[in-house]
Structure formats: C-alpha cells, structure tokens
C-alpha cells in the first residue's frame, strides 16, 4: 500500500487510535526505549501523586503553568 494512502486512512482514525499508532511508530524507531526507564518514570509519576495527595507539594493550576510558558516562550 503506498505511503499516501496509508496516511490517509491513520487520518481518519479516532483521536484515541491515531495517537497509539504514533506512540507504536515513535517506540519502534526510539533505541533509546527501554523497560527500566519506563519503570523509573512509573515510580517517579507515582511518587509525585502521592507527594500532591499527602499535602508535601501544592499544584500549580493548568492556567498558570501555559501562562508560565508563555511568558518563556516569548523572550
């Protein structure tokens, strides 16, 4: 199947599938994958939620953080 039409049927694919099929042509190209690495960032994502639930660290609301960015982005 030529290259177009391929991409031409990913487009039209749900929001949900055509991001897992990036997200698989991304991980099978990436030599940098690795399951440990996967595992450390599993652990560190649920060390953060669980510092926000104990009350160790307070969120920074999502309108403040795009503020944030923008303000870095702009120089």
């Given at each position: 199947m030529p290259l177009e039409d391929m991409a031409r049927e990913a487009i039209e694919l749900p929001r949900h599938q055509r991001l897992s099929l990036a997200r698989l042509l991304i991980d099978l190209d990436d030599p940098g994958s690795d399951a440990d690495v996967e595992a450390?960032?599993?652990?560190e994502i649920q060390a953060r939620v669980r510092a926000v639930q104990e009350g160790r660290v307070e969120g920074i609301p999502y309108e403040e953080v795009l503020?944030?960015?923008?303000?870095?982005?702009?120089r």
């Open positions: 450390a960032w599993d652990v503020a944030r960015v923008d303000r870095r982005l702009a």
